[in-house]
């Protein structure tokens, strides 16, 4: 039997960011029909943060990559709530290199909890990479 575990991302990512970067988490959330020419179907085989609308997760699954404001400047906001198979963990990594590197600040990016756990494992973003380091 599969585990199951919930995978949230909440991080701003720079103004800067590249355009590349973008379009390929538009494919991953399903904002965008076609997979970007760029992306390694090997490092990206299907799309990793796209919401199924049959989720048993409480009050479903949610993907939103959006401008906004921070005030006195402006990011790139993702939010990303799925449910993911234990055989499927794996490819955090490919999410967290995508976005480790453009992430604005350091510290919390997100977390992972087995689903019927009430402990999570934070994911967190420093210095342009990912894992256990400085917030």
Request: with cysteine.
């Amino acid at each position: 039997m599969s585990l199951h575990y919930e995978v949230v991302f909440t991080c701003f990512l720079r103004d800067g960011t590249p355009e590349p970067v973008l379009e390929a988490l538009r494919w991953h959330t399903g904002a965008s029909e076609e997979r970007p020419p760029h992306l390694d179907a090997d490092e990206h085989p299907y799309r990793l943060l796209e919401p199924d609308p049959d989720s048993r997760l409480p009050g479903g699954e949610f993907a939103s990559l959006r401008y906004q404001s921070l005030g006195s400047r402006d990011a790139w906001g993702l939010f990303t709530r799925n449910l993911w198979l234990d055989d499927d963990i794996g490819e955090l990594t490919t999410v967290m290199d995508l976005l480790a590197p453009h992430v604005e600040g350091c510290g919390y990016g997100g977390y992972l909890r087995e689903e019927y756990d009430t402990e999570m494992s934070v994911l967190t973003f420093h210095d342009g990479t990912h894992g256990p380091g400085p917030g």
